[in-house]
């Protein structure tokens, strides 16, 4: 009785799994069997999604009465990528869906969707990546809206976008056909006038439910609003939208060290070589780390010197992950060239990290812009 009585008083000592934890756990036991599926494009990991979901991955960023804080949203796509580059992609698309809805001033909207996006029950992605091209010069918007009685037709097509299914949701925005502005709205898959094209076959991340999105005089109610007008409503998530990227980085980052890591005993002798080395990256990823973690504390921060350091450091994240995978692919030899390793997985996620909105080069003429 004493033993019993002490074993449940360890037990209860014990601290709470963090979600971080308990998403790292997830990812080990349940989507690492999945990842050369999703890689190609077999497998939409779904289920695994809304597990992650039920322990709080998706909704620890939603701001309560005022800040907001992404740190751990970045610590759990972290712990997915360290396993899975692609399903931190969908973590990501996620995390920013539900970024979309925590900041909307449309309560009603936010009540509809707000615990379903962020436990997981409802899927979904965002549509950004042409708007924020839009933005910045680069490219004009695809899609446009006419008002109408309670909402707006809308019409047009965007090439891209990605965790969706017939049942998901994903974020985007319109430019008004009868004025100047833009619009941004939440997009319901399941609308006969809205159509999910199958992309052809990508480099990699073929199994994240990427599709090309057809709007042909779709209906968006007013209850599907996020933002009329959406440019402020851009500049308040911005740094958010960006900042948790950086999930999708350091979890590829750390998965290349551990590569590197694991042919040291057999090719160390010969691996010494080369100029970049585990430790390097180590440093580097905890450089990386520190500095994301400081930034995505205040991720409402309006100073213009903070929104360069958000560009600044997801532009060395991408970087890094390159460098990163580049050297584990060297230190792994001819076995990280078989099609069964996951160096060359690596290589061709971390290549995504780099172009993904915002790209390398959108980021580098974003920091020349400012």
Known sequence: MGSLALSRAEVLDQPAPSIAGEVARIAREDLAPLAAGIDDGSVYPAEVLRKFGAVGAWGSHVPHEGPADLRCAIQAMAAIGEVCGATAFMAWCQNTLVWYVANSTNLKLAKRFGDAFSTGRVLGGTGLSNPMKSFFGIEKLKLKGKKVEGGYIVRGALPWVSNLGPDHYFGTIFEREEDEGTVMFLADCSYPAITLTPCKPFLAMDG????????????????????????????????????????????????????????????????????????????????????????????????????????????RAGEASVAAAHAAMLHCGARGYLRSHRAQRRLREAYFVAIVTPATKQLRKMLADY
């Open 208 to 315: 994240t439910g990427t599709y090309g999105v057809q709007f042909r005089d779709a209906f968006v109610p007013d209850e599907l609003i996020l933002a009329d007008p959406a440019a402020p409503f851009v500049k308040k998530i911005r740094a958010g939208f960006i900042l948790l990227q950086a999930g999708m980085a350091l979890g590829v980052i750390r998965d290349c060290i551990n590569i590197m890591d694991e042919v040291g005993s057999p090719l160390g002798h010969i691996n010494r070589y080369l100029p970049q080395q585990p430790v390097h990256f180590r440093d580097l990823a905890a450089e990386l780390e520190a500095e994301t973690m400081a930034l995505a504390r205040d991720p409402y921060n309006e100073d213009e010197t903070y929104w360069r350091k958000v560009i600044a450091l997801r532009l």
